[in-house]
């Protein structure tokens, strides 16, 4: 009796880590790929701060949530649904953010990476807006799954840093030109950012 309760809790909290992994996944994915996005972008080196700009505005699904949670007073239980949107709204925006994230659009006579901008926006809200909304999911189960979430929100950041490590963002050396001048070449990743977001996608989706 003991060891099938023991496989029932290690069997649920499985579920559980995988099941968070999903929280901030994909705007961690976002991040790493900097490296590699920041030549190819109009806004260079002040994407980072555009990113972060974007990401704060997010925090307006958190706002969102809890005026419901005020207004229904719990009343409403909104935390499946909306977190079934949030999985499923995150792994299909990284797919097709896999395939538009250099293009640009030309706004006021200057190109601007709009289409990352925006997707990244969704991304950041869904993830946003999971960190209230998973944890009131997870009020139904027992305590001792609250591990379990902490785990799968740590890996949910772990992981895209990992495969960021595997594809080998940023690494430069020097190569003598043969006249004695050492000139900067970046090393190619072993991947494509495009791939990078349809491994994360199938990450999410697992």
């Known amino acids: 009796m003991w060891a099938k309760l023991q496989l029932k809790t290690i069997f649920v909290s499985t579920l559980v880590a995988l099941f968070v992994v999903g929280s901030w996944l994909n705007l961690c994915g976002v991040w790493i790929e900097f490296p590699l996005m920041v030549n190819r972008l109009p ?3 002040a994407l980072p701060a555009t990113m972060g700009l974007v990401s704060n505005l997010a925090n307006i699904g958190v706002i969102i949530i809890a005026l419901i949670r005020r207004l229904s007073r719990g009343g409403v239980t909104y935390e499946i649904p909306v977190n079934i949107c949030i999985l499923t709204t995150g792994t299909i925006v990284l797919i097709v953010l896999a395939f538009v994230w250099h293009k640009t659009t030309t706004i006021n ?3 601007h990476s709009s289409y990352l901008m925006g997707f990244s926006l969704t991304l950041a809200l869904v993830d946003c807006t999971s960190s209230v909304t998973f944890l009131p999911f ?5 305590p001792i ?3 379990a979430y902490f785990i799968g929100e ?3 950041n ?8 595997a594809q080998g963002v940023g690494k430069t050396s020097c190569i003598d030109d043969g006249n004695g001048t050492l000139t900067p070449y970046d090393t190619p990743p072993r991947f ?3 791939t990078y977001f349809l491994a994360l ?3 999410d989706l697992f």
Do not use: F, T
């Open 43 to 45: 806004e260079k080196w």
């Open 201 to 203: 996608s199938k990450i």
């Open 158 to 165: 772990l992981l895209p840093a990992l495969l960021g490590i």
């Open 145 to 147: 799954y609250m591990n």
């Open 192 to 194: 494509s950012v495009q």
């Open 109 to 111: 006579g200057s190109p």
């Open 154 to 156: 740590a890996l949910s």
């Open 138 to 142: 997870l009020d139904r189960y027992e």
